[in-house]
């Protein structure tokens, strides 16, 4: 009888938490990185074709040399330190060195590796720039890819990210594989495709403990053998 009891209120309990999950995720997913006091912008240009306007986005060819300009501010009341700046480049753009702070060359791959800024006081900027090469032509998809790049800035009490587009064109068929964000509607399909099934996971779940520890007449596995086993027995003593 305590065994049946317990069955059920730890079913119970099981079905609560997982109702808790689906419908109160995690505020502190939610709240990681709302507040900071870094700012920073991402900028770039194309060298090949010069055009020197520094601009959110921009078309490029195969094998175009293209500059990026990262501005980032500290707008904390207090100076704050090892301050580091970090970029993530598309696949298909390749590194070309010429980094440089503030315009003093610096070494070093900000692709690959923190780039340290240091110190930084209440309002001070500071530009880091450097450049990247699109990948030749063979080693590019037919059709147009949009290549997101993006830095991220960061120290101990924050960070903050900013991103740029170069926009690729080759021509031909393009292929089906994809060589830029999810459109909208395969994100919508795939977050259906996984509510459904975790849906239904969840029903199958609240059956099973249902059957198994609500309703169920018998404390044990055993005792549900024990009683399949002398209703065969009954029903051969009926037939003979």
Not at 75 to 81: D, E, L, M, S
Not at 123 to 144: D, K, P, Y
Not at 177 to 182: K, M, Q
Request: no cysteine.
């Amino acid at each position: 009888m305590k065994n049946t009891q317990m069955k059920r209120t730890l079913g119970a309990a099981l079905l609560i938490l997982m109702v808790a999950v689906l419908i109160f995720p995690e505020d502190t997913v939610q709240a990681q990185g709302a507040q900071t006091n870094f700012r920073v912008t991402q900028k770039v240009r194309n060298l090949t074709k010069q055009s020197f306007v520094w601009v959110d986005s921009l078309q490029a060819d195969a094998g175009d040399r293209v500059e990026f300009q990262i501005t980032l501010t500290w707008q904390g009341t207090q100076n704050t330190q090892n301050v580091l700046v970090r970029e993530a480049l598309a696949e298909k753009l390749l590194y070309a060195n010429n980094l440089k702070l503030d315009g003093t060359p610096l070494s070093g791959d900000i692709s690959k590796e923190n780039v340290t800024i240091g110190t930084l006081i209440s309002g001070q900027s500071r530009i880091v720039s450097f450049e990247a090469q699109v990948a030749a032509a063979e080693l590019l998809s037919a059709g147009t890819a949009n290549l997101v790049n993006t830095v991220t800035v960061f120290n101990s009490e924050g960070g903050a990210t900013a991103s740029t587009i170069v926009q690729v064109t080759k021509a031909g068929s393009p292929t089906d594989v994809s060589t830029g964000p999810l459109s909208v509607w395969m994100i919508g399909a795939v977050l259906s495709f996984a509510f459904a099934l975790f849906g239904g996971s969840l029903l199958l779940f609240y059956l099973y403990i249902r059957r198994e520890v609500f309703e169920s007449p018998y404390a044990t596995r055993t005792d549900r053998k024990l009683a399949v086993m002398i209703g065969g027995i009954k029903e051969k003593e009926k037939r003979s």
